[in-house]
């Protein structure tokens, strides 16, 4: 039964991610150097800033440490639940049959 209801939920959702998805991968997140305010460039930033306003948009509450980090909470129990992840790319380089970043 769970498993048929959490199967439903994404499938139900499949356009609305997959748009997060192409969101996300339009951002040209390459590490750049560090300047004031963007310890890992321009790019990275805005990969971050990009997720937390979607995880924003979907009611969660999120946090910008400095632009080195992001957090997105459920609730505000105690026991949490880790989820690591990172937004930056290495660069694109050559050989690609698709344009990247889309």
């Given at each position: 039964?769970?498993?048929?209801?959490?199967h439903?939920?994404?499938?139900?959702?499949?356009?609305?991610?997959?748009?997060?998805?192409?969101?996300?991968?339009?951002?040209?997140?390459?590490?750049?150097?560090?300047?004031?305010?963007?310890?890992?460039?321009?790019?990275?930033a805005?990969?971050?800033?990009?997720?937390?306003?979607?995880?924003?948009?979907?009611?969660?509450?999120?946090?910008?440490?400095?632009?080195?980090?992001?957090?997105?909470?459920?609730?505000?129990?105690?026991?949490?639940?880790?989820?690591?992840?990172?937004?930056?790319?290495?660069?694109?380089?050559?050989?690609?049959?698709?344009?990247?970043?889309?």
């Amino acid at each position: 039964m769970l498993q048929e209801r959490i199967h439903s939920y994404f499938e139900n959702r499949e356009s609305a991610f997959v748009d997060g998805i192409s969101r996300l991968i339009a951002v040209k997140s390459v590490r750049e150097e560090s300047r004031p305010g963007l310890p890992f460039g321009r790019g990275p930033a805005d990969a971050l800033a990009l997720a937390l306003g979607m995880a924003g948009e979907m009611g969660f509450a999120t946090a910008n440490f400095d632009n080195y980090v992001g957090t997105v909470n459920f609730n505000e129990r105690e026991t949490r639940l880790g989820i690591l992840c990172h937004l930056d790319v290495v660069g694109e380089g050559l050989g690609w049959s698709t344009p990247p970043y889309q």
